[in-house]
């Protein structure tokens, strides 16, 4: 990867054939290597400032010191076109799937006020049925 980033800096492409931030956020797994690329995303290339997505505070932490590193591995994958800087935020967190609510049918023991018939009746019913 690093070979095709030198590469792609030299060639002299029309302009708008690949934009930066495509440069950026394809350098950044090579850059970083897999296990960060794995638990990051590049989100974005604003004004020079590449914008990598984390999963939580403490790895922003830690990228944060290897801020320096990062920008000068990025450099060397992504030649003249890498970002000026790396912004690291927290992912926002996805609510999980919630289950449909149950829709209960209705039940014409439901309608029996006294509890001790109610499930009687219903005991009954199950023995009739199996």
């Known amino acids: 990867m690093e070979r095709a980033g030198k590469l792609l800096a030299k ?8 934009s930066p931030e495509a440069v950026a ?5 090579a850059a970083v290597g897999a296990r960060i690329a794995a638990r ?3 989100a974005a ?10 999963e939580d505070l403490v790895w922003q932490r ?15 994958v992504a030649g003249a076109g890498a ?18 609510p149950s829709i209960r049918t209705a039940d014409e023991a439901d309608g029996i006020a006294d ?3 109610r499930v009687l009746y219903r005991q009954q019913r199950r023995k009739r049925t199996a």
């Not at 060639?11 to 690949?18: A, C, E």
């Not at 800087?85 to 927290?90: H, K, S």
Request: hydrophobic residues 45%; aromatic residues 4%.
């Open 45 to 54: 290339l604003i004004g020079g400032t590449l914008v990598v997505e984390v």
């Open 83 to 100: 970002p000026k800087d790396v912004e690291f935020r927290v992912r926002a967190q996805r609510r999980p799937v919630q289950a449909a």
């Open 115 to 117: 509890p001790q018939l």
């Open 62 to 76: 830690q990228l944060f010191t290897l801020k320096g590193q990062i920008l000068k591995r990025l450099e060397e």
């Open 40 to 42: 990051t995303q590049a």
């Open 25 to 29: 956020k394809a350098a950044w797994p």
């Open 11 to 18: 060639i002299k492409l029309p302009p708008g054939t690949v």
